[in-house]
């Protein structure tokens, strides 16, 4: 059973870091794409940045570029999401999510979710 667990999110105040977490296990993790999304009260969940197992491409929503940064430790199954700089518009519940294949396509497993508050 695929089974992915979000931790790290909490409050900050803007200008702050936090770094989330997402350990996956019940899959080869070699052979995913873990992703991060996010979804603020009243709005669409929307990607926020992905990582290719495939050949280790990144990607990043317009939004955090340059600000977040995807890192995977293959050894620990663990994808994190490095947030530095946050603005009180990161505010949401943060996602992570695993595409097979190795391509960040098709996500069908989620994790519960992490709550992220940024206060101005």
């Known amino acids: 059973e695929v089974q992915l667990v979000e931790s790290g999110g909490g409050l900050v105040q803007a200008g702050g870091s936090l770094r989330l977490s997402c350990a996956a296990s019940?899959?080869?993790?070699?052979?995913?794409?873990i992703g991060w999304f996010r979804q603020a009260p009243g709005k669409e969940r929307e990607g926020v940045s992905c990582?290719?197992?495939?050949?280790?491409?990144?990607y990043y929503a317009d939004s955090v570029k340059g600000r977040f940064t995807i890192s995977s430790d293959n050894a620990k199954n663990t994808v994190y999401l490095q947030m530095n700089s946050l603005k009180p518009e990161d505010t949401a519940v943060y996602y992570c999510?695993?595409?097979?294949?190795?391509?960040?396509?098709?996500?069908?497993?989620w994790g519960q979710g992490t709550q992220v508050t940024v206060s101005s």
């Open positions: 999510a695993a595409a097979p294949g190795g391509i960040c396509l098709d996500f069908g497993s």
């Open positions: 019940g899959f080869t993790f070699d052979d995913y794409a």
């Open positions: 990582i290719s197992s495939s050949d280790g491409s990144t």
